[in-house]
């Protein structure tokens, strides 16, 4: 044959084998992409099925948030309690000691008793919200700020209770960030916690007011309605301010305790004239009891100033220690005359003071210190305060708040009952106590 032929032969097994070749490895590459995209598969179905469930924060399952039923209102007895629980210093559960206690008092203490009364004090009293007053954990006893939370705040969850909180001057020393804390505590189950106001409460402030850059994290308002099937059940009654009061600051040089600024004052004052904006339901007018606007109480952790002068007045409670105050005066009493709502504000921070005083017709009141893990005065049980607003029966339906009381309960046997005392009286021809 000629030699040609064997050339074309030749020519077309060689093309041939090329088009082999070039088809196998596309085959290959369609099989490796195959085997990755299984591959990857399995490891996200892995991830799903075997792992997912196990992924933490602070050892507890992610969930999505568990909500209390809103709004808040007062009960169909007419009533709305709230547990304040101020300074808990939580550490890390049942290896953090207590502080401060009576050999005699307990075979072992730790953050555990603080857990115990937190949990007695919801059963016995019954409240209908709870509010934290800072330093819920203390910063420098737990490597992880987030389990430590989740412990300090687990009875007020198992309770289903709403329950809102600030911070104080501790609870920034660990692993989280102020705001970090305030955004954490915000998504906890139950809690109706804010960082900061929502956009809605900052609307009537005036274009380029720096209160839209309010300072802290943990200013908020929360509005608790009228009684169900009142002819206030849809508005609000009583509002609860809760401000964050900082923690650490340096003023010439010195160091201080942190203050409520001035942004946060100019964001209180205008929603409380907001408040006093409302009208009357003109079909209830024989009726109407109801101020403009309606009662506050104020919520923050760092004492005022003007506190101090309560040492030689006439206090319903004990004053024990020195007033743990900022060496700043921001103007808070004067914001608060000015506002005209505000009835009370509560404190914590001064672990042995548990008093109420009077200044300007506002009660000031210390929390006592309620953690087994912060300093106290051994002999003296750990305190909670309790403060219940009442409102007036009118002929045909529950009004507006008459009258706000408060007590404390000791964490003894029979979490005894002290210093009870009325705080505010819409009528003010009965005498208060």
Known sequence: MPSSFFSVILGFVCERESELEEEMSKTMEGLCSLLYLTLVLTIVFTLHTQIAHKLLIGH????????????????SGGTFKILQVADMHYGTGILTRCRDVLASEFDYCSDLNTTRFLKRIIQSEKPDFIAFT??????PSTHDAA?????????????????????GNHDQESTMTREELMSFISLMDYSVSQTNPPVDDLSSVTEGDMTKNIDGFGN??????????????????????????????????????????ESQLRWLHSVSKGYQGQKQDNNHLEEASVCAAP??????????????????????????Q????????????????????????????????????NLERIWFCHGGGFGYHGYGKAGWPRRAR??????????????????????????????????????WLQNPSFKMT
């Not at 800072?134 to 910063?139: E, H, K, P, R, V």
């Open 60 to 75: 507890h399952p992610l969930h999505l948030k568990k909500s209390p039923h809103l709004p808040l209102r007062f009960n």
């Open 134 to 139: 800072g330093d819920n954990i203390f910063g």
């Open 147 to 167: 389990e430590s939370l989740i412990r300090a705040f687990g009875p007020a969850m198992d309770s289903e209770l709403p329950w809102a909180a600030v911070l």
């Open 220 to 261: 908020y308002n929360l509005r608790v309605y009228g009684a169900p099937g009142s002819h206030l059940a849809n508005r609000s009654v009583l509002n609860l301010f809760f401000l964050d009061s900082g923690d650490r600051e340096v003023v010439q040089g010195i160091r201080t305790y942190g203050w409520i600024k």
């Open 295 to 320: 009662p506050a109480m104020v919520f923050f952790h760092i004492p005022i100033p003007e506190i101090q002068q309560l040492y030689n007045q006439q206090i319903v409670g004990q004053f024990q």
């Open 322 to 357: 020195r007033v743990s105050c900022s060496s700043m005066n921001s103007g808070v009493l004067q914001t608060f005359i000015s506002m005209g709502d505000v009835k009370a504000a509560f404190v914590g921070h001064d672990h042995t003071n548990d008093f109420c005083g």
């Open 386 to 423: 309790i403060i219940s607003a009442e409102l007036e029966k009118g002929e045909k339906s529950w009004m507006g708040v008459e009258r706000i009381s408060t007590w404390k309960r000791l964490d003894d046997e029979k979490l005894s009952k002290l210093d009870e005392q009325v705080l």
